[in-house]
């Protein structure tokens, strides 16, 4: 059973295109990571947010932080073929991660 | 800086028997993960190092598993013997400072039990 719960599984969409995912979670984290894994490799990290409510931005991704720390966003601008992988979400909780199931994101050229 | 390294690649054996996997983490690095990723999944922690101490290991199937991280540095993760489930992508992990909760991956090795 995952903690962490990610929305939709997959996603397919035209280069272009704005996509968001969701990680959700009944649990309180002191933090929450967002890695992309590409096949044969391991993941990657791509964000840490730390504040309830916190929002950053890197270029054209944005993450969003829940205010009760349990849930979080991930919303791409303009999607790129580049950006193509398994988008992973991570509690962190006493120095220790738990992983959602993923979901994979594939945009289209 | 080198990344986290992880040998072999591959591999592919059949069922009860056995196979070992190797980490070297980032150097200085004093906490070492091993993970285990099942196809449509997201890893699983098995075991956590902090230098040649185990902090964690509750998620690792003992009677199969085991882990090693002689002298702080380098690991090896061994089953034995293997089942059919046991297929899955194998992950190693470090971080640093200790009790960071920055990770940081290597590659992986793909098993493949058959």
């Known amino acids: 059973t995952q903690l962490l719960e990610q929305s939709p599984q997959f996603l397919s969409i035209q280069e272009g295109e704005n996509l968001t995912v969701y990680c959700n979670s009944s649990?309180?984290?002191?933090?929450l990571q967002w890695y992309r894994q590409e096949p044969g490799e391991g993941p990657v990290l791509l964000v840490t947010?730390?504040?309830?409510?916190e929002v950053k931005k890197l270029k054209r991704l944005t993450f969003q932080f829940g205010d009760a720390r349990k849930d979080s966003s991930l919303h791409i601008t303009a999607a790129q073929p580049g950006d193509t992988g398994l988008y992973l979400c991570?509690?962190?909780?006493?120095?220790?991660?738990?992983f959602g199931a993923g979901t994979t994101v594939t945009v289209r050229a | 800086e080198a990344g986290v390294a992880q040998s072999p690649r591959y591999k592919i054996i059949e069922k009860r028997q056995s196979v070992a996997f190797w980490c070297n983490p980032i150097?200085?690095?004093?906490?070492l993960y091993w993970y285990q990723q099942i196809l449509g999944q997201g890893p699983k922690l098995l075991i956590q190092?902090?230098?040649?101490?185990?902090?964690?290991d509750s998620q690792l199937p003992k009677d199969r598993f085991s882990a090693e991280r002689l002298k702080g540095v380098d690991s090896t993760l061994k089953i034995q013997p293997a089942k059919l489930e046991d297929s899955a992508v194998y992950l190693c992990?470090?971080?640093?400072?200790?009790?960071?909760?920055?990770?940081?991956f290597g590659p992986g090795t793909r098993l493949l039990v058959l």
């Open positions: 649990s309180v984290f002191s933090s």
């Open positions: 190092f902090q230098n040649n101490g185990v902090v964690d």
């Open positions: 150097s200085g690095h004093a906490t």
């Open positions: 947010v730390v504040t309830g409510g």
């Open positions: 992990a470090s971080s640093f400072p200790s009790g960071s909760e920055t990770q940081y």
């Open positions: 991570a509690g962190a909780l006493d120095y220790k991660l738990s």
